[in-house]
């Protein structure tokens, strides 16, 4: 034998480095699961929750805004679901378009939030006017005013309406 002394580790002291460094990388892995949930805590997180309207701006064809009776309601959850639901006072009833079918509109799926670009997807899997939305994406660009409310605009070039909601 050389002239080398041999230290021993204790069975306990192996045991204890093993437990911390296994907390530590469970403690790691799941830091890493949150940041993928939720959207790296960006504006993806900023949209989590509940929502009620606060104003609708949809120009007519004359390109004026005309008054809107205020409806209510989205969610977005942090799994990546949404849903909203906005039913018009009984005076726009008669409203139906792709969105809204008799003065109401309702319609749930998944999103995707794309924080470069600013927008969030919608993948309708259901809807109150079925087969006009059913299956269909539709991007949605958004922005965080300094108020803290959300502004949301259709990303498509034929419409050109806007609402602005607020967390409840």
Avoid: C
């Avoid at 799941?30 to 609708?56: R, T």
């Avoid at 993948?123 to 959300?150: N, W, Y």
Wanted: aromatic share 10%; glycine share 8%; net charge neutral.
């Amino acid at each position: 034998m050389s002239g080398a002394q041999r230290t021993r580790i204790p069975t306990k002291a192996i045991y204890g480095f093993t437990l911390v460094a296994a907390m530590a990388f469970s403690i790691f892995v799941h830091a890493q699961s949150e940041k993928k949930i939720n959207g790296s805590g960006g504006a993806k997180e900023k949209l989590i929750g509940a929502w009620h309207l606060v104003h609708i701006d949809a120009p007519g064809p004359d390109g004026k805004s005309a008054p809107i009776p205020q409806p209510k309601g989205m969610i977005y959850t942090r799994d990546g679901h949404m849903s909203v639901q906005l039913m018009y006072p009984e005076s726009a009833n008669t409203l139906s378009n792709e969105y809204v079918l008799n003065g109401y509109e309702a319609s749930f799926g998944s999103y995707e939030v794309d924080e470069i670009t600013r927008r969030v997807t919608h993948h309708v899997q259901g809807s109150v006017t079925r087969d006009l939305l059913v299956g269909k994406d539709l991007p949605r660009k958004f922005e965080f005013t300094a108020d803290g409310h959300l502004i949301i605009r259709s990303a498509r070039s034929d419409e050109h309406w806007s609402v602005t909601w607020e967390h409840y």
